[in-house]
Structure formats: C-alpha cells, structure tokens
C-alpha cells in the first residue's frame, strides 16, 4: 500500500514537470505580435496591422502585462498542488510508521502468548480497568458492529474460555413506564459502571408518564432517553381487559429491543427494569459471561437472577458460584442479537416472560445464573400486583462481594464440562426424606443430600416443605437444571430433583 502510494507522488511530480514544460513551448511557439493575416490584412483586421489598430507599442504591452498575469496565476495552482502532494506524503509516511508499530506489536503479543503457553501457565484475561486505554481504538477505529463481530469470533475460537472482551460495547437497557423511583436503579448503575463509553445506559419509557420523564431526562448525558411512541390501547378479547398492561409491556419489549439492535446496531445488551437494583460486580459479571455465551450454542442468555436466592437458601460463602438452568430467569439479563433476531418475527402480544419458557422458544438451551443475585427488585407495585414479591421476592439476597469474574476460569458452564460433574454430584448425594431435614430429624453431616420427587405433586409439596419456590413453566422448576433445584437448607447442600435417569421435562407439569 506505501508502495503504491510512493509511485503516486512521482508521477504527481512528473505530471507538474511536464505541464510547465508544456506551457514554455506553448508560449514559444505563439506567433509574433501584429502578424499580417492572409489576403494582406491584420488579425482581426483587413488591409491594416493589428498592431496599429490596438495602439502599437501599446497593445504589445498590455499583451505582455496579460501573459504574465496567465503565467504567474499558473506558477500559483502549481504551488498549491505541490503543498498539497507534500502534505499527502508527509500523512502516509506517518502511516507508514504507525503500520510498523502495529506490527512490531502484534508479533510482540503472539510472541508472549506462545511462551504462556509453553509454560503452561493460563493466560491472565485483562482486567474491566483498561476501558481507558481503548477508547480511542473503539470509537474511532472501528464500529460497533465491527467489534462485535470481532469479540464473537474469539469466543468462538476459545470456547468456554473465560477471557474478557475488553472492546465490546455491553449497553444497559432500562425498561421504565411511570415509577419515579427509577432514580434508584439508575443510581446504581451510574455508580458500579467502569465505563460508560463501554456500558452505555439507553432507558427506554413507556407510559409518557411526565415525572417519570424529568427524572430520567435529569441525567443529562450519562444515559440515552427514549421513549416508546405509541402509547394507545391494545385491542383484546374481553376477557383479558384486566391484562392489558402485559400487552403494552410486551409491545415496548420488541419496540425497545429493536431500537437497541437495529437502530443503534448493538450486537448484545443486558435487560433490566426501572424497579431492579444492581450488585458492585454486575457489570464485571456479563462482561466475563459474554464470550461463553456467544460461543455455547446450548446457552440463549446470561441472568444475573436467582429464583431462590433468598438468604437462608443461598451459600454466603460461595459468591462466585454460577449454575446452568433450564428457567429463564430474567430480572437482569443478556440477549444476542442473533438470538433476537430468532425471537422477534413471533414475538408474543403479551406475558412474554412465560412465552420465553416454552419449549418451542427454549429449544432446549440454557441460561447461566448465580448462587447469589446480582439483582433485586424494590417494585412491588406493578402489573403483577405484587405476586410474589411479599412471598418470596422482598427476600433475594443481593451480592455485596465484588468477584472478579474475567480473572476466573469459568469453562467449567460449557455444557460437556458441566454435565457430567452435576450428574455425579447430584446423584452420588445421599438420598433423604424431607422429614429429616427439618428441625428435629436426625440427619447428621454437612451434605450435600437429595430429596427426590416423582410427580408434579410430589414436587410442589416437597418444594414448599424446603421454602423454594414451587411454581413449573412448561415443566421447568424455577432454577432447575435437568429437573434438578440446588439449594441450601438449614447450611446443607440439597439436591431436589428426579431419579436418575431423567431425560426430559413433561409440560403437563405447569
């Protein structure tokens, strides 16, 4: 590419030559002053000089005076364009350096990745700090459509590897309607963000609630305020009048949704709503998830949810320990583009959450979620009118521990890896009845212990007896995985879950 650009500056330089060589003959080779014409006149007269006409002496001064203006106005345009070649050449030289350094670096990285590797020792992934140091390159550089492409192909190249991708733009989009409170949530986020060029912040209102608009517009640039433009009634059947503001939620869903990906060209984004407070660490936790998911095609999304996470059926010790589910969780969660892309075209006019748990969306993938939540939800008034959030929600343990994920080997999600060490914990497990877990039976030892259930029944009262949650979607118990739920039960691991030997969900099980 120098090369050519170097043959480029010769050739302006030879084009300049030429043409004032051109110019000094075409100047030598004009005829004299006053040459008669044919037929005994003068140019432009007949029978006379031209000199004579003009003034004489005169004429062949102005004539000379013209010439030289003509000559000097030339010399000027020759002049810039050497500047101009001059410039362009000084530019190229620069990247031509800049070229250089690029290469001399990138031969400096592989060199040091083949001597980690030689000595066996696992690359150490960059940390969330070194935002600042690729900005420049992220947002000038290149697009973020670029990028993401760029990120996905990593992962993909290193499956299961829990190496960062420190140029990925992960956007946050907040769903509001008319809660004021959103400050809440908006404060949180604004104060654990490491970067907002990185994360950037688009709260998405529905509703056209006008305090609601202020408090989110008070932010000035720190976020992206859009709203919603069609706020009418959704037609439905008469009988669920009482639902219609599932309906527009699931309508700002796909309308938001494609703001963020189509408008905006995200390549992935995390979902939270106006009523969810975020832990310390929950940008560093999508971050290090980012690459697993994009490169495990048995994953569909990343929830930073646990259904039961309640204090009292969580390991407080165990901060950094994250599951596989069969449930989707949401209540802070990661989407692909290529996955909404999938989703979008039958996008469901209402309840869309439960929409996401049947099989024919599923398709038998998974999410990833963490012992203890990286959410939770101060929104008891809402559409749901509280289901619930007094039971159990109000109760969600929030993480107070910053766990540095991108510096963690999380291969252990892939879906080979993790099924065969959750199949020989699970079932290698003592099996117990309930009865001995609770207060006053005789169980002795720390755990970990399975209960088993064989129905739908069996399930929702054992469930209940061990305080999880005990409601099926299509099937699937909430934080289940190949029908098993994990928990803790007065500081025991158990294990509730099918015989072995289990190989699918029953969706009459709802």
Not at 45 to 55: D, N, Q, R, Y
Not at 163 to 185: E, F, G, M, N, Y
Not at 249 to 269: D, E, G, K, M, P
Not at 282 to 290: C, S
């Amino acid at each position: 590419m120098v090369r050519k650009k170097g043959s480029l500056i010769l050739c302006g330089a030879f084009l300049f030559v030429a043409w004032n060589a051109l110019l000094l003959l075409f100047l030598w080779g004009r005829p004299p002053i006053g040459r008669l014409g044919e037929g005994g006149g003068a140019e432009p007269g007949a029978g006379e000089e031209w000199g004579a006409k003009v003034g004489g002496t005169n004429g062949l001064a102005v004539e000379v005076i013209r010439l030289a203006e003509e000559v000097e106005s030339e010399l000027e345009t020759q002049k810039k364009l050497l500047k101009q070649i001059q410039s362009h050449r000084e530019l190229w030289e620069q990247r031509k350096e800049l070229g250089k350094r690029e290469s001399e670096d990138t031969k400096d990285e592989k060199n040091i990745e083949q001597l980690k590797k030689l000595q066996q020792i696992p690359a150490v992934p960059l940390s969330h700090k070194i935002v600042d140091d690729t900005k420049t390159v992220t947002k000038n550089t290149q697009t973020e459509q670029e990028l993401g492409q760029e990120n996905k192909q990593i992962a993909e190249n290193e499956v299961g590897l829990t190496k960062p991708s420190p140029q990925i733009i992960i956007p946050i989009l907040v769903i509001a309607c008319d809660r004021v409170t959103v400050k809440r949530s908006l404060d949180k986020l604004i104060q654990y963000r490491p970067s907002a060029e990185l994360y950037p912040i688009i709260v998405s209102q529905d509703c056209g609630h006008a305090d609601t608009a202020r408090m989110i517009g008070s932010y000035g640039s720190q976020i992206t305020h859009i709203s919603q433009p069609d706020l009418a009634d959704i037609p439905v059947r008469p009988d669920h009048r009482k639902f219609q503001g599932y309906y527009k939620i699931s309508r700002h869903y796909r309308w938001a949704l494609n703001q963020v990906f189509n408008v905006f060209a995200y390549s992935t984004v995390v979902i939270v709503e106006d009523d969810l407070e975020v832990a310390p660490d929950f940008f560093e936790y999508f971050r290090a998830l980012y690459p697993i998911l994009s490169s495990d095609p048995t994953l569909w999304c990343i929830s930073a949810w646990n259904d039961n996470g309640r204090d009292g059926l969580v390991d407080p010790g165990k901060a950094d320990l994250l599951y596989r589910t069969d449930f989707f969780p949401g209540l802070g969660w990661m989407l692909l583009k290529e996955v909404w892309a999938e989703l979008e075209p039958k996008w469901p006019k209402a309840f869309w959450d439960d929409w996401m748990r049947q099989p024919e969306q599923r398709k038998d993938r998974s999410c990833i979620r963490p012992e203890i939540s990286r959410t939770i939800t101060f929104g008891r008034k809402g559409v749901s009118l509280g289901q619930f959030f007094d039971q159990y929600l109000r109760y969600i343990k929030l993480n107070t521990e910053f766990v540095p994920f991108t510096k963690l080997d999380l291969s252990y999600l892939v879906k080979e890896k993790y099924d065969e060490t959750f199949e020989k914990e699970v079932y290698i497990a003592p099996l117990v009845k309930v009865e001995e877990l609770q207060q006053g039976g005789s169980l002795k030892g720390s755990g970990p212990f399975r209960v088993q259930y064989s129905s739908r029944d069996s399930f929702k009262v054992l469930a209940r007896n061990l305080g999880v949650m005990d409601d099926l979607k299509s099937g699937v118990p909430r934080a289940g995985y190949r029908g098993v739920v994990s928990f803790i039960s007065r500081g025991r691991r158990i294990y509730l879950g099918p015989p072995e030997g289990w190989t699918k969900y029953d969706t009459s099980w709802s």
